[in-house]
């Protein structure tokens, strides 16, 4: 009885799968018409995060927020374990994000991304960095927060940084500091997006996933930048404190 009652589950995936995507494509519909109007009267936007914080909803996150993200003048350095990253952090926090050049040539996705204010930059191309870090280093200057994944890629296990992002605090533009995020998906780590799993392979689990899932954001103890050294110590600092994890309990700044 057991083996039919877990076939009968397995059955309803392709219809949590569909619903799914219904709601997002309604969702996207709906936010997209309302940003459009309020840019229209040349009013600020909150439409993008609030749609990305119903894309992770929609999917089964509960967002769990421990501690208090900064609201601007800050690099955000995250762990990366899953494409859900985005939307989990950027709904939470209001963020942009540096995303690899390949984004935006994806259908609707590179144009949701281009709503979000995300920076592109071409992981491939070490001459350009220098014009990549500019690219950043703009965002930052004008309040915009803005979020790294400084692993390069995704793991469960923290991989090593790598530095050559962080050149944009060394030194900053302006009065910016770094704040650590620690992404923690609990009993849905099986979500991570990892090795040569195909995207939509991989974005197809997550959506014909049963149920809901917490992912918790520890938004830890934010830095100055300046009194830590190069990028290399930036990256080190960083990485330190998002391994240790304790999550910061000031209430805010």
């Not at 509960?62 to 950027?90: C, K, M, Y």
């Not at 992404?183 to 049963?210: K, S």
Request: hydrophobic share 45%; net charge neutral.
């Amino acid at each position: 009885m057991a083996s039919q009652s877990i076939a009968r589950a397995d059955s309803l995936a392709p219809v949590r799968g569909w619903s799914r995507l219904l709601l997002l494509a309604l969702g996207c519909l709906a936010y997209v018409v309302l940003h459009l109007l309020t840019r229209a009267v040349r009013l600020p936007s909150h439409w993008p995060q609030r749609f990305l914080a119903k894309v992770a909803r929609i999917c089964g996150a509960v967002v769990e927020v421990r501690g208090t993200p900064l609201a601007r003048d800050v690099l955000f350095v995250s762990n990366h374990q899953s494409w859900l990253d985005i939307p989990i952090i950027a709904g939470a926090t209001g963020t942009a994000f540096v995303a690899n050049s390949g984004v935006r040539d994806w259908p609707l996705v590179g144009w949701l991304a281009g709503l979000n204010n995300t920076i592109y930059v071409d992981r491939a191309d070490r001459a350009g960095v220098h014009e990549q870090v500019e690219l950043v280093r703009d965002a930052l200057a004008h309040h915009q927060p803005v979020a790294i994944f400084p692993e390069g890629t995704t793991a469960i296990e923290l991989l090593p940084f790598k530095p050559s992002l962080l050149e944009v605090v060394s030194p900053p533009p302006r009065a910016i500091r770094v704040q650590p995020l620690r992404l923690d998906y609990g009993a849905a780590i099986d979500l991570a997006w990892i090795d040569d799993e195909p995207a939509l392979d991989n974005a197809w689990r997550v959506l014909t996933r049963r149920g809901t899932f917490t992912v918790r954001i520890d938004c830890l103890e934010p830095f100055e930048p300046g009194a830590v050294g190069d990028r290399k110590a930036i990256a080190a600092e960083a990485r330190n404190r998002i391994l240790t994890g304790s999550a910061w309990e000031s209430g805010g700044v």
